[in-house]
């Protein structure tokens, strides 16, 4: 599910860059943005209803998808912020880096970006033992807009 994610969003990406004048930071960082704020709803959601179930998306890990048990869990939270809150500004403040030019000063949140979405990504898969479609996505978004900077 990672690699597709990764693929589709980095043929985007490459097009973007071949036909437009779009820089691909942008819109990689606009899909991130959206994708947290998808996960930030279903959290919400989650908490205020506890029958709420979040509609499955039918992708490759669809057998395995586990978004609310990824969620609901305590590795989804940090000090009682959901990661997804903390991804959601994370995406603003790479956004108003990039459209300062401030390239190298954005490398620093997409570095902890990456990063954070490993650890979330482990405990995903090997303490949870299921799949987070939303959260997959939002990773492979972290890994292209990473090498973007590295371009």
Known sequence: MLFGSLLGFGIVAELLRSFTDVNPLYVLTLFGLLYSLQASFYKYKLAVDPT???????CAGAANDKTEVVLRSSASSILGIPSSVLATVLYV??????Y??????????AILAVAGSIYLGYVMVVRLAGLCPTC????????????????
Not at 52 to 58: A, I, R, S
Not at 93 to 98: K, T
Not at 136 to 151: M, S, Y
């Open 52 to 58: 709420y179930e979040v509609p499955k998306c039918g």
């Open 93 to 98: 403040v790479v956004l108003l880096l990039v």
């Open 100 to 109: 300062l030019q401030h390239d190298s000063a954005a490398m620093l949140p």
């Open 136 to 151: 997959v996505n939002i990773a492979a978004l972290n890994v292209l807009i990473l090498v973007q900077f590295v371009r």
